[in-house]
Nanobody
Framework: QVQLVESGGDLVQAGGSLRLSCAAS????????MGWYRQAPGRQRELVAE???????SYADSVKDRFTISRSIVKNTVYLQMNSLKPEDTAVYFC?????????WGQGTQVTVSS
């Protein structure tokens, strides 16, 4: 089992930056994929970025060249650096861990980007 705790959400002006953190309750080196998803009001949850156990990264087209996913194996933490934020990035951001058995989710952290 894996508990995930997100932090770092805030209210920021368009063009600003935020870094989200996702702390896992156990080693993330053996978790198949760690990812960030987001859900805006009235919309479906969507994948933002993910990183595999071997370090491969992928991003949604809407955030490429603005967001960067990274991790610290020592701290069992995954990060999402978000630059050049836009109002359309406003959403609740969720951390996800995909294991061989199931997916785990954090409680989410609110990111609000004002224009």
């Amino acid at each position: 089992q894996v508990q995930l705790v997100e932090s770092g959400g805030d209210l920021v002006q368009a063009g600003g930056s935020l870094r989200l953190s996702c702390a896992a309750s156990r080693s993330i080196s053996s978790i198949n994929v760690m990812g960030w998803y987001r859900q805006a009001p009235g919309r479906q949850r969507e994948l933002v970025a993910e990183i595999t156990a071997v370090g491969s990264r992928s991003y949604a087209d809407s955030v490429k060249d603005r967001f960067t996913i990274s991790r610290s194996i020592v701290k069992n933490t995954v990060y999402l650096q978000m630059n050049s934020l836009k109002p359309e990035d406003t959403a609740v951001y969720f951390c996800n861990a995909k294991t061989e058995r199931t997916d785990y989710w954090g409680q989410g952290t609110q990111v609000t980007v004002s224009s």
